[in-house]
């Protein structure tokens, strides 16, 4: 306790440990008494050797005295915040997730996130903040360290939930008067542009340079659409009028450093006359109707109104490479990646990025997308990255958001889980002000899923939640779906009722959604949502409904998603006493993904892939061993080991099972062992003979003897 109060608890708070000059003091609260500097300070010499005494001690409380006195008074390098951490995960693990030691937990992995960029460090600040929440909600260090973590993170809706919620509790502190502003959320962007005209070159300006990309499709969208109806039904004036007004936004967006592509489209129409006009107006009409379709989902419309686009004589050259570039995103979107990739590539080969990246930006976006379903991971790193670079100077700042969305999804992909969540951050924080934009949605679902795997399920709660508000947001009812339906599998376990909630709102949203891919898609997410909730009452339907959705996403080559139903349909399969069913379900899955690991080239890569597959693993080795299989349960751990200690993909320093046991005149003893929830299995392999032995641990007691 002397300890704790020579070092002021709170890390955020505390002096020198954030990069603000003058922090606020925290509210009056036992745990936030500063250390008395007067005439009867502690000799430092003093303090030092005790807290390492107390770091010795096994302790909770002293270790978690020891971190804040190295936190405190410890040295300025960046190394000090790795010291501190480690002894809070220590004191966090020991003491039970007491909510005082999970929140200067939080604090330390939060300043240390800021300070090395670190992504998953963030995550893990937000896992250990909700966490102690969860603990104490009274608790005010931990409300406020929860949302300081949240709007760092940019998940703004649930910084300012959480901010009222400690307002509620605290009105009249520093800390109350700094988290004001987060209560009451963010300034968002209009989703419509203000009234202007080709005359008002200032409005013009202002309105352009808000965001290149919402004025680029303003000027196409809108303006050219207008110009196209006025002049089918043969009002000159009126087309003359829009046709001035995109140009004049078209040329606003050249002056200011953006895509010229409106500009090249606003002249042709300017230009068309007679039937070259009317054929124009009629190729624009199907362009932004295809593009209308596409934004809402329904992609089989799209494609027929971009291919009659396409099909109309006077149709400019841009307006075609366009029409080609969100043809070819249609085609990768309903599983056709081969033939969208061709069209994409010579979107790629043919356009100018200097003078079009917007359009560029388009057709590298969706190749990439292209690239990572094909399952080449690295290439599709590198495509989006392109894309990333075209939009450097575009000024899109939304289309910024969704590229940065793109190279987070193929970083976790591909295993980089620390760069993936540092992306993904970065993206939350170019789309802060569109919060209805569904990239918005994107980023937060995929943030959502790698935090999760990575044994974060408050973190990933947290990112979800915001994820449905997000969803709810771009108006499009299927993202609300597959928000609600990944928030459902989130809380499957933990809240039932909570899951059975989400998975209703989202069938009643399935139900009345026109029929296309993202349906598909999204009713084959709702049945493997279902299968999850169902398992505890009816396996033979929870059996049923894993099975359609294995079905579906292996047409699609979704592998994770493939593994993540045959384990639901094994684990189905178990509870109706099906054995041998269960068993081929769970071989296959692992199967699946140590093939697909196999093609990975970082060890990160395929270890993130593999603990996806985990519970399955974990299922098919009890179901081995319930069946007397203990060799069989001993070669599975061991082929999935190899993968991530091989030397070199493909050779791994042992074959699986079979060499495990040693030969030779050394006669040596190979140990084996993993641990499966709270127990430890372990095989002894000597000579030619195995010995098993199942040992029954307590979890916490485990963690306090590692």
């Given at each position: 306790?002397?300890?704790?109060?020579?070092?002021?608890?709170?890390?955020?708070?505390?002096?020198?440990?954030?990069?603000?000059?003058?922090?606020?003091?925290?509210?009056?609260?036992?745990?936030?008494?500063?250390?008395?500097?007067?005439?009867?300070?502690?000799?430092?010499?003093?303090?030092?050797?005790?807290?390492?005494?107390?770091?010795?001690?096994?302790?909770?409380?002293?270790?978690?005295?020891?971190?804040?006195?190295?936190?405190?008074?410890?040295?300025?390098?960046?190394?000090?915040?790795?010291?501190?951490?480690?002894?809070?995960?220590?004191?966090?693990?020991?003491?039970?997730?007491?909510?005082?030691?999970?929140?200067?937990?939080?604090?330390?992995?939060?300043?240390?996130?800021?300070?090395?960029?670190?992504?998953?460090?963030?995550?893990?600040?937000?896992?250990?903040?909700?966490?102690?929440?969860?603990?104490?909600?009274?608790?005010?260090?931990?409300?406020?360290?929860?949302?300081?973590?949240?709007?760092?993170?940019?998940?703004?809706?649930?910084?300012?939930?959480?901010?009222?919620?400690?307002?509620?509790?605290?009105?009249?502190?520093?800390?109350?008067?700094?988290?004001?502003?987060?209560?009451?959320?963010?300034?968002?962007?209009?989703?419509?542009?203000?009234?202007?005209?080709?005359?008002?070159?200032?409005?013009?300006?202002?309105?352009?340079?808000?965001?290149?990309?919402?004025?680029?499709?303003?000027?196409?969208?809108?303006?050219?659409?207008?110009?196209?109806?006025?002049?089918?039904?043969?009002?000159?004036?009126?087309?003359?009028?829009?046709a001035r007004l995109a140009t004049g936004i078209g040329r606003v967006l050249v002056d200011d450093g953006g895509d010229a592509s409106l500009?090249?489209?606003?002249?042709?129409?300017?230009?068309?006359?007679?039937?070259?006009?009317?054929?124009?107006?009629?190729?624009?009409?199907?362009?932004?109707?295809?593009?209308?379709?596409?934004?809402?989902?329904?992609?089989?419309?799209?494609?027929?109104?971009?291919?009659?686009?396409?099909?109309?004589?006077?149709?400019?050259?841009?307006?075609?490479?366009?029409?080609?570039?969100?043809?070819?995103?249609?085609?990768?979107?309903?599983?056709?990646?081969?033939?969208?990739?061709?069209?994409?590539?010579?979107?790629?080969?043919?356009?100018?990025?200097?003078?079009?990246?917007?359009?560029?930006?388009r057709a590298l976006a969706s190749l990439g997308t292209a690239t990572l379903r094909a399952g080449r991971d690295d290439e599709a790193a590198?495509?989006?990255?392109?894309?990333?670079?075209?939009?450097?100077?575009?000024?899109?700042?939304?289309?910024?958001?969704?590229?940065?969305?793109?190279?987070?999804?193929?970083?976790?992909?591909?295993?980089?889980?620390?760069?993936?969540?540092?992306?993904?951050?970065?993206?939350?924080?170019?789309?802060?002000?569109?919060?209805?934009?569904?990239?918005?949605?994107?980023?937060?679902?995929?943030l959502a899923q790698e935090a999760e795997l990575d044994g974060m399920p408050r973190a990933a709660l947290r990112v979800q939640d915001e994820?449905?508000?997000?969803?709810?947001?771009?108006?499009?009812?299927?993202?609300?779906?597959?928000?609600?339906?990944?928030?459902?599998?989130?809380?499957?376990?933990?809240?039932?009722?909570?899951?059975?909630?989400?998975?209703?709102?989202?069938?009643?949203?399935?139900?009345?959604?026109?029929?296309?891919?993202?349906?598909?898609?999204?009713?084959?997410?709702?049945?493997?949502?279902?299968?999850?909730?169902?398992?505890?009452?009816?396996?033979?339907?929870?059996?049923?409904?894993?099975?359609?959705?294995?079905?579906?996403?292996?047409?699609?080559?979704?592998?994770?998603?493939?593994?993540?139903?045959?384990?639901?349909?094994?684990?189905?399969?178990?509870?109706?006493?099906?054995?041998?069913?269960?068993?081929?379900?769970?071989?296959?899955?692992?199967?699946?993904?140590?093939?697909?690991?196999?093609?990975?080239?970082?060890?990160?890569?395929?270890?993130?892939?593999?603990?996806?597959?985990?519970?399955?693993?974990?299922?098919?080795?009890?179901?081995?061993?319930?069946?007397?299989?203990?060799?069989?349960?001993?070669?599975?751990?061991?082929?999935?080991?190899?993968?991530?200690?091989?030397?070199?993909?493909?050779?791994?320093?042992?074959?699986?099972?079979?060499?495990?046991?040693?030969?030779?005149?050394?006669?040596?003893?190979?140990?084996?062992?993993?641990?499966?929830?709270?127990?430890?299995?372990?095989?002894?392999?000597?000579?030619?003979?195995?010995?098993?032995?199942?040992?029954?641990?307590?979890?916490?007691?485990?963690?306090?003897?590692?």
């Open positions: 306790a002397d300890l704790r109060r020579l070092a002021s608890t709170n890390a955020v708070a505390a002096d020198g440990i954030r990069l603000s000059v003058d922090p606020p003091d925290p509210p009056r609260h036992p745990r936030h008494l500063r250390a008395d500097r007067g005439s009867d300070a502690p000799d430092p010499l003093d303090v030092a050797a005790r807290a390492a005494a107390a770091a010795r001690s096994g302790d909770p409380d002293g270790v978690h005295a020891a971190a804040l006195v190295d936190l405190r008074w410890g040295d300025s390098s960046v190394a000090r915040f790795g010291r501190v951490i480690a002894l809070l995960e220590t004191a966090a693990r020991t003491s039970d997730g007491l909510a005082p030691v999970l929140a200067d937990l939080a604090a330390a992995r939060l300043v240390y996130a800021e300070r090395t960029l670190d992504g998953r460090a963030l995550a893990g600040a937000l896992d250990a903040a909700a966490r102690a929440v969860a603990r104490d909600a009274n608790d005010l260090q931990a409300r406020y360290d929860l949302t300081l973590v949240l709007d760092r993170a940019g998940l703004t809706g649930e910084a300012a939930t959480s901010a009222r919620a400690y307002l509620a509790r605290d009105s009249t502190s520093a800390w109350a008067d700094r988290l004001r502003n987060v209560a009451r959320g963010p300034a968002t962007s209009a989703d419509r542009p203000p009234a202007v005209d080709d005359s008002d070159r200032a409005g013009l300006r202002a309105f352009v340079r808000r965001d290149h990309g919402r004025a680029r499709e303003f000027g196409t969208s809108a303006v050219l659409a207008r110009w196209s109806d006025a002049v089918l039904r043969g009002d000159v004036a009126a087309a003359d009028r829009a500009l090249d489209e606003a002249n042709a129409a300017s230009h068309a006359r007679g039937a070259a006009a009317a054929s124009l107006a009629r190729a624009h009409r199907e362009f932004v109707s295809g593009s209308d379709y596409q934004q809402a989902g329904e992609y089989e419309r799209a494609g027929a109104a971009l291919e009659r686009a396409l099909a109309e004589p006077a149709a400019p050259a841009m307006l075609r490479w366009w029409a080609r570039a969100l043809l070819g995103a249609v085609y990768v979107h309903e599983g056709h990646a081969a033939r969208g990739a061709r069209l994409l590539r010579g979107v790629v080969a043919a356009v100018d990025t200097g003078r079009y990246p917007a359009l560029a930006w590198r495509v989006i990255a392109a894309a990333e670079r075209t939009l450097d100077r575009a000024g899109e700042t939304e289309r910024l958001g969704a590229v940065q969305f793109l190279r987070a999804d193929a970083e976790m992909a591909r295993g980089a889980g620390s760069d993936g969540y540092a992306t993904a951050w970065r993206a939350l924080g170019t789309l802060r002000a569109w919060r209805g934009s569904v990239w918005r949605h994107n980023v937060l679902y995929v994820g449905v508000s997000a969803a709810e947001r771009t108006g499009r009812p299927l993202d609300l779906a597959e928000a609600l339906l990944a928030r459902s599998r989130l809380v499957a376990t933990a809240d039932r009722a909570a899951a059975e909630a989400d998975i209703r709102r989202a069938r009643a949203i399935i139900t009345t959604a026109p029929a296309g891919s993202d349906r598909d898609w999204i009713v084959a997410d709702f049945q493997l949502s279902r299968a999850r909730v169902e398992l505890a009452t009816d396996p033979r339907e929870a059996a049923a409904d894993a099975d359609s959705a294995a079905t579906f996403f292996a047409r699609r080559n979704v592998v994770v998603r493939v593994v993540a139903a045959l384990a639901a349909r094994a684990e189905a399969r178990a509870a109706a006493g099906d054995a041998d069913a269960a068993l081929a379900d769970l071989t296959t899955a692992i199967r699946l993904t140590t093939t697909r690991a196999e093609h990975l080239r970082e060890t990160r890569a395929r270890s993130v892939l593999l603990n996806a597959a985990r519970p399955a693993l974990d299922r098919l080795v009890l179901l081995r061993l319930g069946r007397g299989e203990r060799d069989a349960a001993l070669g599975d751990v061991e082929h999935v080991r190899a993968l991530l200690v091989a030397s070199d993909i493909g050779r791994p320093p042992y074959p699986a099972h079979a060499a495990v046991r040693p030969a030779g005149p050394k006669r040596e003893t190979a140990i084996v062992l993993t641990r499966i929830a709270d127990t430890i299995l372990t095989w002894v392999v000597r000579d030619t003979a195995a010995q098993f032995a199942r040992t029954v641990v307590r979890a916490g007691a485990l963690d306090r003897i590692v």
